[in-house]
């Protein structure tokens, strides 16, 4: 027998609104309710809600957490003040990406890492190795985290603490008298929440935010990729360093110590045989995950696609992909191979669209 997927708090709720659902990393979770332009819109223009339960919530406390984070994370978290986050990186001794995540100082004394579903035992147990000969702890927790986002969240979530934060700050609140913390944090290129919550409460929170529209993954996934972000399992994964990533400014070479400083001190001199590219077409037809990149005079193979999809937003089809370096200027033509067709693309930043209040 297969195991059963595990299921949100909030899953019955999203089956009376008729929602389609997703095995995603061992969870049973929405897919779409309304449909995916739609929400994609509703996010672009207004708002949207996401259950974002399936995420992993590691609590990382003790005197030295700050410390044994430092060493066991590419970017520097001691030096976080309290209610302060951090975008970082999980990295192997070989440089290589095992998942990407956010580190919250909650206290003096402890940390919130959040990390992606499918890595979550991974992160975890890379955590405590690491964390082993200082004097601090890693434990799984698990909490709702629910996420509004979209040029109207601020008015939805109407919350003084809220709104008084800075992007990557928290803090410490209530919200429709439920105790929660609350994030400025996002992955959908838009202003917005990220909110953690005892499961009891997760459904009073949801109704609370009634204006915003419930989205579901796939929404999701298209708005991160319009706005350049990087996905575990596509773009980021154990094959490629932050620095073909182009996300080599989360390395602190300034600490002394962490794991994987000597083989990324290496990659950081050496010029990156891929790196990744956004990709856009005038055509109609988007490019997928694993879909050859090809030098369009050659037919030759010098990339692969991570991530296509169409732009809801800019109406044509844009994709991210690892493409070798002597190609990846921007301006550059190339072309993907869909089904036999080399149909042409041009190189272009990995951000597609930025909010404009950002």
Not at 85 to 109: E, F, K, Q
Not at 209 to 235: I, K, Q, V, W, Y
């Amino acid at each position: 027998m297969y195991p059963a997927l595990r299921r949100t708090p909030l899953h019955a709720l999203h089956q009376s609104l008729g929602v389609r659902f997703t095995d995603f990393a061992g969870w049973s979770m929405p897919l779409r309710f309304s449909g995916e332009t739609a929400e994609h819109n509703t996010v672009r223009s207004s708002a949207g809600i996401f259950d974002l339960s399936h995420m992993g919530q590691l609590a990382v406390d003790g005197p030295e957490a700050g410390r044994a984070l430092d060493y066991a994370l590419v970017g520097s978290i001691s030096p976080l003040a309290v209610g302060a986050a951090r975008y970082t990186m999980l990295c192997h001794d070989n440089g290589g990406i095992l998942d990407d995540l956010v580190a919250y100082r909650l206290a003096p004394d402890r940390f919130l890492v959040v990390a992606n579903a499918s890595n979550t035992p991974v992160v975890l147990a890379a955590l405590r190795d690491r964390l082993d000969g200082f004097r601090a702890q890693a434990r799984w927790e698990h909490r709702v985290l629910l996420a509004v986002q979209g040029p109207h969240a601020e008015r939805i979530v109407n919350c003084p603490d809220a709104s008084a934060l800075k992007y990557y700050q928290a803090v410490a609140t209530e919200l429709a008298g439920r105790p929660v913390l609350v994030a400025r944090t996002g992955y959908t290129g838009e202003d917005g929440f990220e909110i953690f919550c005892e499961p009891a409460d997760a459904a009073v929170l949801w109704s609370a935010f009634a204006p915003a529209l419930p989205a579901g993954l796939a929404s999701r996934d298209t708005l991160r990729l319009e706005a350049g972000m990087a996905l575990h399992g596509n773009e980021l994964h154990v094959g490629v360093s932050p620095f073909e990533a182009r996300l080599g400014r989360l390395v602190d070479f300034t600490k002394p110590d962490f794991v994987g400083r000597t083989a990324l001190l290496r990659r950081a001199d050496q010029t990156p045989r891929t790196l990744l590219v956004g990709l856009t077409s005038t055509g109609r037809r988007a490019a997928r995950a694993g879909y050859a990149i090809v030098d369009p005079s050659t037919g030759a193979r010098i990339g692969t696609v991570t991530s296509g999809a169409p732009s809801p937003t800019l109406g044509r089809p844009i994709a991210l992909g690892y493409l070798a370096t002597a190609y990846a200027e921007i301006g550059t033509t190339v072309a993907v191979d869909i089904r036999g067709t080399a149909e042409p693309f041009t190189v272009t930043a990995c951000r597609f669209y930025s909010r404009r209040d950002a």
